[in-house]
């Protein structure tokens, strides 16, 4: 089955212990890319990925980090969470020049 | 800059109702693309609908349709009859021909919360 898996799906945490968010697609899906919502401010992306090894930031990328060293992989990392960074967590893969974007279930994450 | 507008943040209609959510655009691209997603009280978000900028027909899709007018720049959505299964945050979304119509970079609106009441 195609898809896009998130782990862990709820985390609670507190600032400053550096956490991993996994994001896996078995779809050998070209581009991978991370999202976060909040209230009122719909989706804004984090980074995205247009292959292996290439990277970019998006709109909110401060305070996380990614890698993307195989293609079905692309890991989300906060260094030292802060309560504002809060949020529902979306990952995303989509081939180039696709029709559709397979989402992850989300990961909601607390930081007290 | 790229920006997508959802002006509507919440609307409420009784079922088998009409109701179009409405979405404005900005983007300096000539080749752009449009999505529409459904985000129910599940969390996960659902595809509706891909649009390129050089297709402004209409489309239909049973009780969902979507009208894409480039001169207003709009695409607005439109559920015919609507069902208490509708009640979901709509989203809106933009991607740009750089990424050659991929969703993996997609700019989204705020969202419509939709409620169906029974």
């Known amino acids: 089955e195609a898809q896009v898996t998130q782990n862990p799906r709820y985390l609670i945490t507190v600032t400053g212990k550096k956490l991993t968010v996994t994001c896996s697609q078995n779809?050998?899906?070209?581009?991978m890319s991370w999202y976060r919502q909040d209230p009122g401010l719909g989706l804004r992306q984090i980074y995205y990925?247009?292959?292996?090894?290439?990277?970019d930031k998006g709109d909110v990328p401060e305070g996380y980090k990614v890698s993307r060293k195989e293609k079905r992989n692309f890991p989300l990392i906060l260094e030292s969470p802060s309560p504002n960074q809060t949020s529902l967590y979306f990952c995303?893969?989509?081939?180039?020049?696709?029709?559709?974007?397979?989402f992850g279930q989300g990961t909601r994450l607390t930081v007290v | 800059a790229q920006k997508v507008t959802q002006a509507q943040t919440e609307i409420s209609v009784v079922e088998k109702e009409d109701v179009t959510l409405d979405c404005v655009y900005e983007?300096?691209?000539?080749?752009?693309?449009l999505f529409w997603y459904k985000q129910p009280p599940s969390g996960e978000l659902v595809f509706l609908i891909r649009?390129?900028?050089?297709?402004?027909q209409n489309e239909i899709s049973g009780r969902y349709s979507w009208n894409f007018q480039k001169s207003t720049s709009s695409f607005n959505f439109t559920i015919t009859a609507s069902q208490v299964v509708d009640s979901a945050v709509y989203f809106c979304?933009?991607?740009?021909?750089?990424?050659?119509?991929?969703?993996?970079?997609?700019?989204f609106g705020k969202g419509t919360k939709l409620s169906v009441k029974p």
């Open positions: 995303a893969s989509s081939p180039a020049g696709g029709t559709e974007a397979f």
């Open positions: 779809m050998n899906h070209e581009y």
């Open positions: 979304a933009l991607s740009e021909e750089r990424y050659g119509g991929s969703q993996g970079n997609l700019i």
């Open positions: 649009r390129n900028s050089f297709d402004e």
């Open positions: 983007t300096r691209d000539t080749t752009y693309y």
């Open positions: 990925s247009m292959n292996v090894e290439v990277t």
